[in-house]
């Protein structure tokens, strides 16, 4: 999940907001997309939403904010949600499926699902993954000898000790990556036990609240090596930065943009033909273009330059470790507990 | 003995010279007022004498002691503001008590002269009051009570009384000068009002823009000003121009002027044919109608007596007097205090009469 | 002296009955955008909580007892609270000569001074807290420097604790507490100095006794406005602080937005109000005492 500095700071506002003026949900006229702020807001803007109108006749307001937004105004919202359409990273989109608000896309209006990679839809349709940022093992080429290729090396490799930078518990990077741990050094991704303990043994690290936060900790050097997305560490590339992302072998993290039909909309079809749009082949490849994203499209087609800099495309989506998160949604209130406690 | 000399201070600020080598000797006791209009250099005057500010040359000395360079705290001063400067945080006893526990004296006596100095301004039983439970006057007491309660050996007034009411300022002159005589300390007293300067002072520093316009008591500046502004500023005064041409006496002269010539006193050495002007002062004029002063002939005034003529322009009744504007043959016009009564109307042909030993000469 | 005998006590109580109108809108948006918000969250504080639901059916106090049983809970609060008064009491001692002396002098370059004082407030509060990420992080131009001296051999951890929390939020909050004071200090008539030292008090004395004294209306007003904002500061404490350094509001923004906690972030938004209050009532009944001869 991508935030924005000003994002993060409405972040609070915005919660509190919503509950204390919990009716005031807008009366809408027509369909209600949300996506996040800076290159996604300026792709919407230009490329996809008219690209949408083009292609369907539907003439979408905006509303740019972040996953959390869009969850406290579908909440607040009650039974007349501002969205039809809901899109935030799976962990989260899976807390408000858990809460009753989404109900499963009807398949039949969905025509590029069949053409979507399976692992990133959902068990009966509820949820769609579809946009899919890549995370990677990041490090600064100036800084590191021996580049890393598998996520043994943060805990194997000396020059990494004291120098690794992870996410907080409040993003998504840091709930996939425990998943992993748990996956790597346990017995599955539920294996929270041994997740914590192999975590611990890596502090003292950087904690992050978002990917420019990471980049910014790369960049000053005080991490030499962090999971990222390749999203960030391509935009840094493109400024001049030392910094390089690979493919660790044991295969690579997500963040995956849940899409959602939320049942108190109003515009439900709309919503399917806008789902619809974003899955398709053409889109995905311009997503890539415009903030390096992995198209979900098996019909996509990326040039060898960009598929140089992002490998995780086409066959290497199997890479892509995809987890369940609607069980982890009762625990996640304890995990995020036990992390702030352990993890300081 | 002088109990404090100020010598020779120049005080600059930028390309303004505030203060032009004021030297004024200060006797055991006096009572000093620095009168002068605003911007006269007054206040600085007195800043230097209590050390918030330090002349730039000259000296400032306190008996035989040299402060020219000492701190305010140094110098033991009195000091009494016109904003009373009372702490607002403290009753009227913490107030007094201030300067003595700075002093160190002992608790005991610190009460004993507190309640002294209350009783000496009638200010018995508000020693437990606030500045703010007290009228201005009351105020202003506890302030020259603080003041005093220290015994400094020179008390600084910085125009306290210009913050009162016209009467509780008349009631609070004398006031002052009753008690500053009662302990009999040397005080600076700075005014902008001549007529607090001249009912309260022993000596009147008279200033104009950074100089010492004219040094001397009361009776000596209203009676024998040392230059026209200096008579201007001091009372209501008229003046009639001329030359010498003749010296009576060693201070008498006879003055030619337009409206014919004029016994006048002055300062002795005014040479023959200078300019002068002869200032005489409205109460010392005697008016008569012309009709009158024929009826009753000449010669009854005596040798010394001046009579001029001219015609009433304008009369203005004040209660105890009147005043009239008198319009001279020369064309000068003269101001004439006469009794309420007298019944002059405008237009009417007056004689005014005035005694050589009343006038003054002052260089033109 | 008759005319001056007559003390006139000040009389203000009974005026005040005809201007209690006037504080109707006040009251209104008081009710409006204070205390109903307050009321939503404290109900929301009382909800049970649910993963299948926004808020469970029922009301529990659950959230309070279990937060006041976890010493976690107990340390961030108490580093929030220690931040804030660390923040306070530099912010008093850096900015109070910094006022005493915008009050006091007439100099040209009193309005360059200000600029500087008031400099804080004209750039934005991210990128405020962002160059001080430049400056307290481990390769960052503090720990350069000092390693560039040879003062340090590793660096220096500034940041991702409380010592870079405290700091940055000094450097924000100092104006907040100078412009008060400033006020406060103008207003002081520089005759009662004058009167104090021509008793024979030394400047020090002076200040002690005359000049603190009366300047206390502007020390609880500014030390007050500091504590509050530093103990609620969220931009700076989340962006500097890290795990080291994190406080309540952090906590908080955490429970209600990263974790969708409603009910328990609202209890802890609640503890940290009461906190709060009961912290500044205390300083209030504190201060009013050395304030109580004040006019």
């Known amino acids: 999940m991508k935030l924005t500095r000003r994002e993060f700071a409405v972040g609070m506002t915005a919660a509190i907001a919503s509950m204390t003026l919990p009716r005031l949900a807008t009366a809408q006229s027509s369909l209600v997309v949300p996506t996040y702020g800076g290159l996604w807001a300026k792709f919407w803007e230009e490329q996809l939403l008219p690209g949408l109108t083009s292609a369907t006749g539907i003439q979408p307001q905006l509303d740019v904010g972040l996953g959390k937004d869009f969850v406290a105004k579908i909440r607040a919202g009650g039974d007349r949600s501002p969205y039809s359409i809901f899109m935030g990273n799976e962990n989260i989109a899976a807390v408000l499926r858990a809460e009753g608000f989404f109900e499963p896309f009807d398949l039949a209006k969905v025509p590029n699902a069949a053409k979507t990679y399976p692992q990133f839809i959902n068990k009966d349709a509820k949820g769609i993954r579809a946009i899919v940022s890549p995370i990677g093992l990041a490090y600064r080429t100036d800084l590191v000898k021996t580049a890393p290729t598998s996520w043994h090396d943060l805990w194997e490799n000396p020059e990494f000790k004291g120098k690794t930078g992870l996410y907080q518990i409040g993003n998504t990077g840091a709930v996939l990556f425990l998943r992993l741990v748990a996956e790597l050094f346990g017995n599955g991704p539920d294996d929270f036990d041994t997740a914590f303990a192999k975590i611990k043994e890596l502090l003292p690290f950087t904690q992050a609240s978002w990917s420019g936060e990471v980049a910014t900790a790369l960049i000053r050097g005080d991490a030499i090596i962090a999971p990222v997305d390749w999203t960030e560490i391509m935009t840094l590339q493109d400024k001049g930065a030392p910094v390089a992302i690979v493919a660790p072998k044991e295969g690579v993290l997500a963040f995956e943009q849940s899409f959602n039909l939320v049942g108190t909309g109003a515009e439900k079809d709309a919503a399917h033909a806008y789902l619809n749009y974003i899955l398709d082949a053409k889109v995905q490849q311009d997503m890539a273009k415009a903030f390096y994203t992995s198209p979900s499209n098996n019909e996509s087609v990326v040039d060898d330059a960009l598929k140089a800099r992002t490998p995780i495309v086409g066959p290497r989506m199997a890479e892509i470790k995809s987890y369940d998160w609607d069980s982890y949604v009762d625990k996640a209130a304890e995990i995020a507990d036990r992390w702030n406690r352990e993890m300081a | 003995m002088t109990a404090l000399t100020i010598d020779r201070i120049n005080k600059r600020y930028g390309n303004l010279h505030i203060l032009k080598d004021i030297s004024i000797p200060i006797g055991q006791g006096e009572f000093v007022s620095l009168l002068g209009p605003s911007g006269c250099g007054k206040t600085t005057t007195l800043r230097c004498i209590a050390g918030f500010e330090r002349p730039d040359t000259g000296r400032i000395l306190f008996g035989e002691r040299d402060v020219t360079r000492a701190l305010p705290e140094q110098r033991d001063i009195g000091m009494v503001f016109q904003s009373y400067a009372l702490f607002p945080h403290m009753t009227v006893a913490e107030n007094l008590s201030f300067g003595l526990e700075v002093r160190k004296v002992a608790p005991a006596d610190r009460q004993r002269r507190i309640a002294d100095v209350l009783a000496m301004v009638r200010l018995e039983g508000y020693d437990k009051r606030y500045p703010r439970e007290l009228s201005g006057g009351q105020q202003q007491r506890v302030a020259l009570a603080r003041a005093l309660v220290i015994e400094p050996s020179v008390l600084l007034l910085d125009e306290p009384l210009a913050n009162l009411d016209a009467t509780l300022r008349d009631e609070m002159r004398f006031f002052i000068r009753d008690l500053q005589q009662r302990v009999g300390i040397t005080s600076i007293y700075v005014t902008h009002d001549q007529a607090e300067a001249m009912v309260m002072s022993d000596k009147i520093v008279v200033m104009s823009a950074g100089t010492i316009s004219q040094f001397g008591s009361p009776r000596e500046i209203y009676e024998r000003p040392a230059s026209q502004s200096v008579a201007g500023f001091i009372g209501r005064s008229n003046t009639i121009g001329g030359k010498i041409a003749e010296a009576l006496g060693q201070d008498s002269y006879k003055v030619e002027t337009p409206c014919g010539s004029i016994g006048a006193t002055g300062p002795a050495g005014l040479s023959r044919g200078a300019d002068v002007k002869i200032m005489i002062r409205p109460e010392n004029i005697n008016t008569r109608s012309q009709a009158a002063a024929a009826g009753q002939g000449a010669g009854e005034g005596g040798h010394s007596d001046n009579v001029l003529s001219g015609s009433v322009v304008n009369s203005v009744y004040q209660g105890s007097a009147n005043q009239l504007a008198v319009k001279l043959g020369s064309g000068d016009r003269v101001i004439v205090d006469v009794n309420g009564r007298n019944p002059l109307e405008v237009g009417e042909q007056v004689a005014l009469r005035f005694a050589a030993r009343d006038t003054w000469l002052l260089a033109s | ?295």
Do not use: C
């Not at chain 3, 059916?57 to 809970?73: K, M, P, Q, V």
């Not at chain 3, 000092?146 to 450097?171: E, K, R, Y």
């Not at chain 3, 406080?247 to 009461?274: C, E, H, K």
């Open chain 3, 1 to 295: 002296m008759s005319a001056v005998e007559a003390a006139p006590r000040i009389e203000s109580r009974s005026n005040r009955g005809s201007a209690t109108w006037m504080v109707v809108p006040a009251l209104v948006l008081l009710i409006g955008f204070f205390a109903l918000p307050y009321l939503t969250i404290i109900t929301m504080s009382l909800r049970e909580a649910s993963t299948r639901a926004v808020y469970g059916e029922g009301f529990t106090l659950a959230h309070y007892t279990s937060a006041l049983r976890d010493f976690y809970i107990w340390g961030i609060l108490g580093r929030t609270l220690l931040i804030g008064a660390t923040v306070t009491v530099i912010s008093l001692l850096l900015g109070y000569p910094v006022a005493y002396h915008l009050a006091k002098s007439r100099s040209r370059w009193t309005s360059l001074l200000y600029i500087f004082v008031l400099s804080p407030l004209l750039v934005g509060l991210v990128v405020r807290t962002f160059a001080w990420m430049i400056i307290l992080s481990n390769n960052g131009v503090a720990n350069q420097a000092l390693q560039a001296v040879g003062l340090i051999d590793f660096p220096l951890q500034l940041m991702n604790n409380s010592l870079g929390v405290t700091i940055a939020l000094t450097h924000v909050f100092l104006p907040f507490i100078i412009l008060p004071l400033l006020g406060n200090l103008q207003a002081i008539s520089p005759d009662l100095a004058m009167a104090s030292r021509s008793l024979g008090a030394s400047r020090m004395r002076t200040f002690w006794k005359v000049t603190l004294p009366l300047s206390m209306p502007g020390i609880q007003a500014g030390t007050i406005l500091v504590f509050v904002l530093s103990i609620s500061a969220y931009v700076t404490p989340a962006m500097l602080g890290g795990t080291g350094g994190r406080t309540m509001s952090v906590l908080v923004v955490q429970y209600l937005v990263d974790n969708f906690r409603w009910p328990a972030g609202a209890a802890l938004a609640i503890i940290m109000a009461a906190v709060a209050v009961i912290f500044v009532g205390l300083y209030l009944r504190l201060t009013a005492r050395a304030m109580r001869r004040l006019p």
